[in-house]
Antibody
Framework: EVQLLESGGGLVQPGGSLRLSCAAS????????LSWVRQAPGKGLEWVSA????????FYADSVKGRFAISRDNSKNTLYLQMNSLRAEDTALYYC??????????????WGQGTLVTVSS | QSVLTQPPSASGTPGQRVTISCSGS????????VYWYQQLPGTAPKLLIY???QRPSGVPDRFSDSRSGTSASLAISGLRSEDEADYYC???????????FGGGTKLTVL
């Protein structure tokens, strides 16, 4: 059974930093791309970033480019999202999501339960 | 404003067939697979349809999709009360080099 468990969310001031983690199990971790997708309160889904199975290819939404960095540790079956220069508009539930292939552009087939990030002074 | 355009709401009565549209462009729907997700209130999204009308195990065949040019549609037949949820379409966008989602459609079962 695929399981994705996010952690690291919390309250942070504007301009601050936060690192999200996603511990995965139930599949061959290095064979699949992973993504972060966020959902602001009462709003729709917004793709944030994706990384290929090997970690060699990454993509970002324009809204976070230059501020967020996605990475993965295939020896620990863990995905990360380093978030810097946080803004109020980054407030959202952040989902870790598994791709259905190894390339970063793969479609998403499984989702975690999310971790809440609140950016406020 | 979402890159993929969905109607904000849809409705139907039990047993009816409803469709939800998803309009995109040549850089996303016309050239890449469309995925559909169901999000029940207070829960994470769940995959409904992937890669041209494929359903994960456990998803009933009441759910189907179709694609024509730059648009796709999700059809739900034999509507049931438990189908009341938000539905999202998604696809990779070659121009943006990123995944794009529709704004979501809230389905109400009357």
């Amino acid at each position: 059974e695929v399981q994705l468990l996010e952690s690291g969310g919390g309250l942070v001031q504007p301009g601050g930093s936060l690192r999200l983690s996603c511990a995965a199990s139930g599949f061959t971790f290095s064979s699949y791309a992973l993504s972060w997708v966020r959902q602001a309160p009462g709003k729709g889904l917004e793709w944030v970033s994706a990384i290929s199975g090997s970690g060699g290819s990454t993509f970002y939404a324009d809204s976070v480019k230059g501020r967020f960095a996605i990475s993965r540790d295939n020896s620990k079956n863990t995905l990360y999202l380093q978030m810097n220069s946080l803004r109020a508009e980054d407030t959202a539930l952040y989902y870790c999501a598994k791709g259905d292939a190894t390339i970063a552009g793969a479609g998403i087939d499984y989702w975690g339960q999310g971790t809440l990030v609140t950016v406020s002074s | 404003q979402s890159v993929l355009t969905q109607p904000p709401s849809a409705s139907g009565t039990p047993g009816q067939r409803v469709t939800i549209s998803c309009s995109g462009s040549s850089s996303n729907i016309a050239s890449n697979y469309v995925y559909w997700y169901q999000q029940l209130p207070g829960t994470a999204p769940k995959l409904l349809i992937y890669r041209d009308n494929q359903r994960p195990s456990g998803v009933p065949d009441r759910f189907s999709d179709s694609r024509s040019g730059t648009s796709a549609s999700l059809a739900i037949s034999g509507l049931r009360s438990e189908d009341e949820a938000d539905y999202y379409c998604a696809a990779w966008d070659d121009s943006l080099s990123g995944r794009v989602f529709g704004g979501g459609t809230k389905l109400t079962v009357l």
